[in-house]
Nanobody, 123 residues
Framework: VQLQASGGGLVQSGGSLRLSCAASGRAFNRYAMGWFRQAPGKEREFVSSISASGAMVRYEDSVKGRFTISRDNSKNTVDLLMNSLKPEDTAVYYC?????????????????WGQGTQVTVSS
């Protein structure tokens, strides 16, 4: 599976961005997908994940109520809609695919990674 993330950019605090991850390869609908982020000088952290069917989603506590993950298995895409953005959301965001239908918050359980897209939130 090859992943291509897009949609990052510079936005003011309180603004919104939609990240998209396009997957190539077979059987996209068998992979759980995740979004992770890494800020300068910090470890990569979990943001959100969605099961292969889309029926189950998970969010990191600081983004609950502000971010929404979704997927379209007919288009091989997974999106992350980010509202009410804060400066602390500034990071490189990565999409990842897991060889399982079930969600996970652990980065080491994801086998495939996109190249990352920069999100910068100004105060």
């Amino acid at each position: 599976v090859q992943l291509q993330a897009s949609g990052g950019g510079l936005v003011q605090s309180g603004g919104s961005l939609r990240l998209s991850c396009a997957a190539s390869g077979r059987a996209f609908n068998r992979y759980a997908m995740g979004w992770f982020r890494q800020a300068p000088g910090k470890e990569r952290e979990f943001v959100s994940s969605i099961s292969a069917s889309g029926a189950m989603v998970r969010y990191e506590d600081s983004v609950k109520g502000r971010f929404t993950i979704s997927r379209d298995n007919s288009k091989n895409t997974v999106d992350l809609l980010m509202n009410s953005l804060k400066p602390e959301d500034t990071a490189v965001y990565y999409c990842a695919a897991r060889n399982s239908a079930l969600t996970s918050i652990w980065s080491w359980e994801y086998a495939y990674w996109g190249q990352g897209t920069q999100v910068t939130v100004s105060s």
